[in-house]
């Protein structure tokens, strides 16, 4: 089943839809328009547990500076220096953070209006938002195309399809940036989470979490989680590249990843252990960012809940950082006229 609302208005009247995926189990996603914004996942428990941070408003979305529930790109995480080249050619996109570009630049894709198009009930309920990207949008060349498909099914698995096409040769590296804490989005910091990445291999990165170029075994290092640890103990590691982020912002590498993006790997596992439910990660990305909220900061989310540090953290599937300046890295480049596609699923068991 979907249901559709209005969600508010932006600053020009243009009216923001949200629709609710709800499942047979009694769970339900709220997306809305906005930024294709998962602005609730309640579950289905007697005190309807909602998994994600988020806002009550319009306005409080847009005031927003970390990045909540959105769909973010063109190009998720950093380029360095806005710059880089394709086929000799460079290009310098809008730099927003310590001179380099995050998430797409000052206006990326996270506070547009997308487009509802395509609604389905059966055999999942699902909506697919669509956005037009014009040539030279905070820099980026070719005008883009890019559907985005939220799926809810009756495993409780939020599956994230992306789809694109440019006219020219481009860059494009979307992911989702909701802020999970799975005891509920008003109930603390995360601390007591479990979090494992199961991933042999990372990517150091300098104070400004700019890749180094190096790809790095997590054996007898501070991002080695494969046999899980607390986000407590993950945070306050002796790592001075944990230091200087202060928390988890790192890069994964997906095993197995495969340039056809054909399979979903399993990337990371969180528990939380009072309740015993767990978040379980798949995408077909090859890698995969772990932030564990560190700068948040106090500001007040929906239902009047008050949010802060390490309240919340995201797992973001991704091209690596910086892809476009490190030639050895999984290519984040979109040939013209070759569509794009990748998947990434968030399942609770």
């Known amino acids: 089943m979907i249901e559709k609302s209005e969600f508010g208005q932006m600053p020009d009247g243009q009216k923001i839809e949200c629709y609710t995926l709800c499942n047979d189990n009694g769970m339900r996603v709220e997306i809305l328009t906005l930024g294709a914004i998962i602005r609730s996942w309640k579950l289905a428990n007697e005190s309807a547990t909602d998994i994600v941070l988020g806002f009550d408003s319009v306005d409080e979305y847009l005031a927003d500076q970390g990045y909540i529930g959105r769909t973010v790109g063109r190009y998720a995480n950093r380029i360095e220096n806005g710059?880089?080249?394709?086929?000799?050619?460079?290009?310098?996109?809008?730099?927003?953070?310590?001179?380099?570009?995050?998430?797409?630049?000052?206006?990326?894709?996270?506070?547009?209006?997308?487009?509802?198009?395509?609604?389905?009930?059966?055999?999942?309920?699902?909506?697919?938002?669509?956005?037009?990207?014009?040539?030279?949008?905070?820099?980026?060349?070719?005008?883009?195309?890019?559907?985005?498909?939220?799926?809810?099914?009756?495993?409780?698995?939020?599956?994230?399809?992306?789809?694109?096409?440019?006219?020219?040769?481009?860059?494009?590296?979307?992911?989702?940036?909701?802020?999970?804490?799975?005891?509920?989005?008003?109930?603390?910091?995360?601390?007591?989470?479990?979090?494992?990445?199961?991933?042999?291999?990372?990517?150091?990165?300098d104070k400004n979490a700019i890749p180094t170029g190096e790809v790095k075994s997590v054996e007898n290092t501070a991002f080695d989680l494969r046999a899980g640890m607390s986000f407590y103990d993950a945070i306050h590691q002796q790592d001075e590249e944990i230091q200087v982020a202060n928390g988890l912002d790192h890069n994964w590498c997906a095993k197995d990843f495969n340039s056809n993006q054909e399979n979903l790997n399993l990337v990371a596992e969180v528990t939380e252990p009072n309740s015993g439910r767990k978040l379980i990660t798949r995408t077909s990305m090859p890698g995969v960012q772990v932030y564990t909220g560190n700068f948040i900061g106090e500001t007040k989310g929906k239902d009047n809940a008050k949010y802060a540090d390490y309240q919340g953290f995201c797992i973001e599937s991704q091209f690596y950082p910086d892809s476009p300046n490190q030639a050895h890295f999984p290519s984040a480049t979109l040939i013209a006229k070759h569509p794009f596609i990748s998947r990434t699923s968030y399942q609770i068991i």
């Open 83 to 205: 710059r880089f080249n394709i086929d000799g050619n460079e290009y310098a996109v809008s730099t927003n953070l310590q001179g380099n570009c995050l998430h797409g630049g000052v206006d990326g894709f996270h506070n547009r209006v997308w487009t509802a198009g395509k609604i389905a009930e059966q055999p999942n309920p699902s909506i697919t938002l669509s956005l037009i990207s014009e040539d030279g949008d905070q820099g980026f060349p070719g005008t883009l195309a890019v559907d985005v498909t939220f799926s809810l099914d009756q495993e409780d698995r939020l599956t994230i399809e992306y789809h694109a096409l440019s006219n020219q040769d481009t860059v494009f590296n979307p992911t989702q940036h909701s802020y999970f804490n799975l005891a509920g989005h008003q109930s603390g910091n995360i601390f007591a989470q479990q979090i494992k990445v199961f991933s042999d291999h990372y990517t150091p990165a």
